[in-house]
């Protein structure tokens, strides 16, 4: 039985101080013990984030990382100085920064690799836009996005990654992809894993959906066998998180 995993992205919103009065808001409100619960701030809240959460059941996470070591990457956030700050998960490969920051999926596969390595858990996006969608190419796109990140990676260490299903059509827009067809992709994405790595390591795999979840589409969402949790966006900076994190009370 996997566990449900509800994850906030809050982009870049919230100021460290703002961060800390957003987590002293939402800590009653998000405590759910059949649920992981994860806050993923920007890089210059981790620190006060983990401060305010201690004790709680939030765990930290970041929206970035990069994939080498040390050194010359100005502006660059390591593997080690998130798990120095308190982070335990990490998204990597969301769409906007594939869009924006020109991350190719070869660069997802190293951020993978090093995260894993470090100990980090990586919450690996993927999704297809609507023209892909259109043009009927979604299960292969995504596939294609998921067999580059997951080259070298071994069977023991893909059960521990989450991946999260994020259409792009659906990011932001207020237009959630139906729970069927949510669901008919994060099956297809389960398919893989099972191609890949067998089904012991198939089925262990958390699968989360995002894109315009909220407090009234949650629970039909994640009444889905296939669909493990959620990342979140806009919902995630409000009282509603709360409720998407208790969609089974
Ligand atoms: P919204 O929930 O705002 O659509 O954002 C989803 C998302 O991109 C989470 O990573």
Not at 70 to 90: F, Q
Not at 152 to 169: L, N
Not at 188 to 204: N, Q
Request: net charge negative.
């Amino acid at each position: 039985m996997r566990k449900k995993i509800i994850a906030g992205n809050w982009k870049m919103n919230m100021t460290p101080t703002e961060a800390v009065k957003l987590c002293e808001t939402l800590k009653p409100l998000v405590k759910n013990e059949d649920v992981d619960v994860v806050f993923c701030v920007p890089a210059i809240d981790i620190i006060p984030v983990a401060e305010a959460v201690k004790g709680t059941n939030i765990n930290v996470g970041a929206e970035n990382l990069y994939f080498e070591d040390k050194g010359a990457y100005t502006g660059e956030v390591s593997a080690d100085m998130l798990l120095d700050a308190g982070v335990k998960y990490v998204i990597m490969g969301h769409s906007e920064r594939r869009e924006y920051f020109h991350e190719t999926d070869a660069d997802i596969n190293k951020k993978l690799k090093k995260a894993l390595e470090k100990g980090l858990i990586p919450i690996v996006c993927c999704g297809e836009s609507l023209e892909q969608r259109e043009q009927g190419i979604c299960f292969d796109f995504v596939r294609m996005q998921l067999k580059i990140a997951f080259q070298g990676v071994s069977a023991e260490d893909a059960k521990k990654v989450v991946i999260a299903y994020e259409p792009i059509w659906a990011i932001g827009t207020g237009k959630t992809a139906t729970a069927d067809q949510a669901e008919e992709v994060c099956k297809a994405i389960r398919d893989l894993l099972t191609e890949l790595y067998g089904s012991d390591t198939a089925e262990a795999i958390r699968i989360q959906y995002g894109g315009s979840m909220n407090a009234g589409n949650c629970k039909e969402l994640l009444a889905k066998p296939n669909i493990d949790g959620g990342l979140i966006g806009g919902a995630s900076l409000k009282p509603d998180f709360g409720s998407i994190v208790n969609y089974n009370k």
